[in-house]
């Protein structure tokens, strides 16, 4: 009886312990729109990986989008089979993108290859 007893508070903790929040992702807040017509606005993060070209764009919902630099002409490539990147017209200093259904508008100098 008292295994059983001991398995459900176990259970238990962990049911307690999945309904926290994680800490948010290191990085940079960003402009997003995740999924079809949502408007842009600054939900996402965007981490950049240590020691290599790629970054992380991390969703509010958990999900997130890896992309990398082409080391040829420096524009964002995603990773993983994911749909390709497709350009849209941006302002100013800012590089502005879809993948799928989802939208960024990242400022060019967060994207700018880390020093070595």
Known sequence: MSLRTSSAF???????????????????????GIGAGVDLSPVCTLEQVAGSDEVVL??????????????????????????????????????QFAIGDDRYRIPQALLAPPAR
């Open 10 to 32: 176990a259970s238990l903790a962990l049911l307690v312990a999945c309904g926290e929040e994680s800490p948010p992702p290191p990085g940079d807040e960003v402009d997003c």
């Open 58 to 95: 991390h969703h509010p919902d958990g999900g997130f989008r890896r992309l990398t630099r082409d080391p040829a002409t420096g524009t964002l490539v995603p990773l993983d089979g994911a749909e390709p990147l497709v350009p849209q017209a941006g302002e100013g200093e800012m590089l």
